[in-house]
């Protein structure tokens, strides 16, 4: 159990456009969800916390107009990147927390999109 | 601010060799500490998780400590094998939140 998906898992988009990513919690119900992003040869840097039905919480230094996320439903959290820039080219990866018992106290991560901007 | 530091952060050992693998972080109120491992443009893989109250968590060859009063977790990976070769990262769970260590990437030459 606990299978989170993403899609795509590969996009490559012109500078200026918008992408959606998509995450899916399979086989369980995530309360909470988290996206982070990596750079190449970094570590994982939370960019936001969403809590299903209600506004994400972003961290220090991530545009929230620019990085928008929806949690609209127990199974499926998007990260939309508005008007991307060649600097949004990242490896980004969501993660879902369920609300009980054994899915309450551990994240299970996502495959990760890795978004090319031109 | 919770602070995590991998050291080395990087490690290439030959094959049959066992790995050790440091992990600290600066607060220690954390809920539980867990390793992953990573292959090249690919997701994260859940090695182990240690929840706050324990000391150490076992699957197969691996093996993973947790000194939650000084800060510190080791992964063990005994008798590496080249398959081994990825970068293992480390996190801790305090509040809502994970945070990361900078990661160990580890070459296991044949």
């Known amino acids: 159990g606990a299978v989170v998906s993403q899609h795509p898992s590969r996009v490559i988009c012109k500078s200026g456009t918008s992408v959606k990513i998509e995450c899916r919690s399979l086989?369980?119900?995530?309360?909470?969800m988290f996206w982070y992003r990596q750079f190449p040869k970094q570590s994982l840097m939370l960019m936001a916390t969403?809590?299903?039905?209600?506004?994400?919480?972003?961290e220090q230094g991530v545009e929230k107009d620019k990085f928008l996320i929806n949690h609209a439903s127990l199974t499926l959290s998007t990260l939309t990147v508005t008007s991307a820039h060649p600097e949004d080219s990242s490896f980004y990866i969501c993660?879902?927390?369920?609300?009980?018992?054994?899915?309450?106290?551990?994240?299970?991560f996502g495959p990760g999109t890795r978004l090319t901007v031109l | 601010k919770q602070e995590v530091t991998q050291i080395p952060a990087a490690l290439s050992v030959p094959e049959g060799e066992n790995l050790v693998l440091n992990c600290s972080f600066t607060?220690?109120?954390?809920?539980?500490l867990q390793w992953f491992r990573q292959d090249p443009g690919k997701g994260l893989t859940s090695l182990l998780l240690?929840?706050?109250?324990?000391r150490e968590q076992t699957s197969g060859r691996l093996n993973a400590s947790l000194d939650k009063s000084s800060g510190r977790s080791t992964l063990y990976i005994a008798a590496s094998q080249p398959g081994d070769s990825a970068t293992y990262l480390c996190?801790?769970?305090?509040?809502?939140?994970?945070?990361f260590g900078g990661g160990t990437r580890v070459l296991v030459k044949p």
């Open positions: 993660s879902a927390r369920g609300s009980g018992g054994a899915f309450f106290n551990e994240q299970f």
């Open positions: 240690i929840q706050s109250s324990q």
């Open positions: 969403s809590n299903e039905g209600s506004k994400a919480t972003y």
């Open positions: 086989d369980f119900q995530a309360t909470t």
């Open positions: 607060d220690s109120a954390i809920y539980n």
């Open positions: 996190a801790v769970a305090a509040g809502n939140k994970l945070t």
